[in-house]
């Protein structure tokens, strides 16, 4: 018997009994696979995976009704709790609840540890790619990558040339976006090494599904993720220019009206750290104060959840408001640790994307442990030409776009929209990208108005804490669902939902 | 602590208050409309008098409308056009509160957002219309559940002192305010009437929470004098001025201890000028003197308001841009 206690607002508390004694019909049956598609929890003929078994049981257990109940019930939970991002279209003020289904995906531990190194080594080659990239561009000279690639990226700042960030470290914080083909392996889709963000959900969405079933948790044997703030704590404390036991670490954000500020406040809170806007920095001395009710402070690290060109205006935009003036002078003095390093964007870039196995291959003198998506480089003549011709087949990308904008879904596009994009990438080639439209992995999602379970594609985010002494992967990461029928676009902004990712305890 | 983050502290606190001292008024009005014998001017010209908004009121809906309990009542409920309607105060306090949630408990977050949803929702508009004491109950048992969430589940440090004064400032004012409301009240109604004069006085000390602790203290003998100056000068009644006053001075100290910045040595010199100002000059006030004395404490506090947030930005250069959380 599982018990569900949640407060209804301003009722009493509703207690939902669940019965967890086999119930017909119950929400598995009849829950199909799309044809050509890996299913993360069932096989072909509609099986269990192993690895899946106790999540799989849990539903079996579950009538539709009884799940409705539980579902909407955590999505009441998280309303009340204020856990919610806003959309970019938005002027100011719209919050939506991030989209929860609560019917868990589950990765093996035998796959875990394969990702897991995977992932420290993609990790690895990237932070090298990045000080050489900065450094001495070995990588450019001995033909790894293109100049031009490079210095035609809109993120990359050649300013910071020669210059070490405080600690060493570039790249704090990673997410690496992963997606499962039809064969069942995981694939690369991109890396975040600016500001990724979506960890809170991780946390959050664990939260409720602690609370609504404990029971089959307890079984399973799934591997927390609670201990993430305080690794984050100690990343940002690692790389702080002066002791890092009395150092200032603070998080900064853009203020309530950015899509992330949940996240910025939730993070600060569960490290309990200040949460900072532009404003309540100034710079003295290349020295970087926090204004306070006792005086100036001194910061000493900033996980900062800015873009680039909203750090600094002495440094990036002369004629903006925004930002800290004189941030960038203290941080190439030293003096201040920006987590992430500035200039990132260069590596993440989808166009550098493509080289990426390349480099692993330069740096480590490794294979890839990872696979990644075909991807055609529109400033490749070849690859363009290709690209021109098969737009119908493939997926286009804007390099430099994220959050699901500025893309062409071949398969699903119009004539018009074809020839839209045909234009733009003839106008600015070095600006797009194309792969293959993957048939992205489903997983059982609950659907609200049909009170059942239906497959609906799903990508994984994990992420990945870099410090002097090493690397941290976060277990699992976030799941996000593309909630729409027949849609590839799993992104928050575009009616994308998320859902707790299980990764199984090794025995 | 961060300057903003202070300020913020504070209006949180104000806003908080505030909504609960607006519904706390409305149901004491409704339940004077309904027993004493004043006309509906009289009953609910007051309620918007002190709420500053006399002004604004008679612009949008004429000044003969204050005489309508429904249009007043709307009005200082639900206008957002209103900045210290129920509805702003609850949605100011949940947006300041959410530009500083680090530094809340999450009980007093949750709180204060289910308060939030619930308000703006279409429960509270349907309660609204068939139960109306229970959406006042309602508001004023939500924001004293967020206050008691700040002292029983927050440090005990600078964040909660700073929402704590705005707590006690705002306080300061809301009872010097109602005081005076009643006082037009009594002024307006026939002086001979004996019952009618004990009613309104019996409604004010519920307008301020303060019926059995008044009965307390003067076992059951209610009189003007008594009323006003247990109101004014109980140190004993949390929502008496002297009490608010005095509470707010110590916070103070104890934010700025030590050599503080102009504006911070301003808003303590004030605050303890206006202390010693009501103990001085309040004892067993004559009718005539109560109007401009409580106008002399709305404006000390005000000032002291404008001192404290000076005092917030610290002693180092002011803020470059204003991000001070105050909508009025």
């Known amino acids: 018997m599982i018990v569900v206690t949640l407060r209804s607002p301003h009722g009493v508390r509703e207690t939902l009994a669940v019965n967890c004694i086999p119930v017909i019909p119950s929400l598995l049956d009849g829950y199909k696979p799309i044809p050509g598609t890996y299913d993360e929890m069932v096989d072909v003929e509609g099986k269990p995976r192993a690895h899946a078994r106790t999540a799989a049981d849990l539903l079996r257990n579950l009538t539709g009704d009884e799940f409705a109940r539980c579902q909407s019930l955590a999505e009441l939970a998280l309303a009340q709790q204020g856990v919610t991002f806003s959309v970019y279209s938005d002027q100011r003020g719209s919050e939506k609840v991030m989209p929860v289904c609560l019917v868990p995906r589950v990765i093996s531990a035998a796959e875990w540890v394969q990702t897991e190194k995977g992932l420290v080594q993609r990790l690895r080659a990237l932070q090298m790619f990045l000080d050489d990239v900065y450094g001495e561009q070995r990588s450019v000279r001995e033909g790894i990558i293109p100049a031009n690639l490079i210095e035609q990226s809109r993120q990359y700042i050649p300013k910071l040339r020669g210059l070490r960030p405080a600690g060493g470290i570039r790249i704090h914080i990673a997410g690496v976006d992963l997606i499962r083909d039809p064969a069942g392996t995981l694939r690369v889709l991109e890396d975040n090494l600016r500001t990724p963000s979506g960890v809170s959900y991780v946390l959050e969405n664990r939260t409720v599904t602690k609370r609504v079933f404990q029971h089959a948790m307890n079984q399973s044997g799934v591997r927390r993720v609670d201990e993430y703030p305080t690794q984050l704590a100690e990343t940002l404390r690692s790389v702080s220019p002066r002791d890092p036991e009395t150092a200032t670490p603070v998080v900064l954000t853009p203020g309530p009206f950015n899509s992330a500020y949940f996240e910025h406040s939730f993070l600060a809170r569960s490290m309990g750290l200040e949460l900072v806007e532009a404003t309540d920095l100034f710079v003295d001395g290349n020295v970087v104060f926090v204004r306070t009710t006792e005086g100036p402070r001194r910061v000493d690290v900033i996980y900062r959840r800015t873009d ?7 440094f990036f935009r002369p004629d903006s408001l925004l930002g800290v003036r004189g941030l960038m002078r203290a941080y190439a003095a030293g003096q201040v640790a920006l987590v992430n390093a500035p200039g990132n964007g260069v590596a993440d870039d989808k166009a550098t994307y493509a080289y990426v196995p390349d480099l692993i291959r330069f ?5 890839p442990i990872l696979q990644q998506v075909r991807t055609y480089v529109c400033a490749r003549k070849d690859d363009c030409q290709y690209v021109i011709e098969h737009l119908g087949e493939l997926v286009v990308k804007a390099v430099d776009e994220a959050g699901g904008y500025g893309m062409l879904m071949g398969p699903q596009s119009t004539a018009a929209e074809r020839e839209e994009f045909r234009g733009r990438i003839l106008a600015d080639p070095r600006r797009y990208i194309a792969q293959p439209r993957i048939e992205l992995s489903t997983s059982p999602t609950w659907i609200a108005d049909k009170r059942c379970l239906e497959p609906r594609r799903v990508d994984l985010r994990p992420f990945i804490l870099s410090r002097p002494s090493g690397i941290w992967v976060l277990p699992g990461g976030l799941t996000r669902v593309a909630l729409r029928e027949g849609s590839y676009v799993v992104n928050s902004s575009q009616g994308g939902g998320s859902k707790d990712t299980w990764v199984e305890a090794t025995r | 602590m961060i300057s903003r983050v202070a300020d913020h502290s504070f209006w949180v606190g104000r806003y908080l208050d505030r909504a609960e001292s607006t519904a706390r008024l409305l149901q004491v009005t409704r339940s004077l409309a309904f027993d004493a014998e004043l006309t509906s001017l009289e009953c609910w010209r007051p309620l918007v008098t002190v709420s500053g908004q006399f002004p604004d009121f008679s612009e949008r809906f004429g000044a003969d409308a204050v005489g309508d309990g429904e249009t007043v009542q709307r ?4 206008s957002p056009e209103n900045p210290v309607s129920i509805r702003s105060s609850v949605r100011s306090a949940r947006e300041t509160a959410r530009s500083i949630r680090e530094v809340l408990s999450r ?8 308060l939030f949803l619930w308000f703006m929702g ?16 309602q508001v004023r048992a939500s924001t004293q559940l967020c206050l008691g969430l700040v002292r029983s589940t927050m440090l005990h440090d600078a964040p909660m002192d700073f929402l704590w004064l705005g707590v006690l400032l705002e306080r300061v004012g809301q009872t010097a305010r109602i005081l005076d409301m009643h006082h037009h009240m009594l002024s307006g109604a026939d002086a001979h009437h004996q019952i009618l004069q004990t009613a309104l006085w019996l409604s004010l000390l519920r307008a301020c929470s303060g019926f059995e602790a008044f009965m307390r203290r003067n076992h059951g003998r209610v009189s003007r004098g008594a009323v006003v100056s247990f109101l004014i000068s109980e140190v004993a009644f949390p929502r008496s001025l002297l009490y608010c006053t005095r509470s707010a001075l110590g916070v103070m100290r104890r934010i700025w201890p030590g050599a503080a910045s102009d504006g911070a040595l301003d808003a303590i010199e004030r605050m303890a000028a206006l202390d010693a100002w009501i103990v001085k000059e309040t004892n067993e006030p004559a009718p005539d003197d109560i109007h401009p004395l409580l106008t002399h404490v709305v404006d000390q506090v005000s000032l002291v308001c404008q001192a404290v947030q000076h005092g917030i930005t610290g002693p180092t250069a002011p803020l470059e841009v204003n991000t001070s959380a105050q909508q009025q």
């Open chain 2, 122 to 137: 279409e429960e509270a508009s349907a309660r609204y219309m068939q139960d109306r004491d229970d959406v006042f109950r």
């Open chain 2, 75 to 78: 009005y200082m409920t639900w």
């Open chain 1, 363 to 367: 740096f480590l003198s490794e294979e």
């Open chain 1, 308 to 314: 680039d060109a909203y750090l600094d205006p002495e």
């Open chain 2, 107 to 114: 009980d007093i977050w949750q709180a204060t957002n289910e």
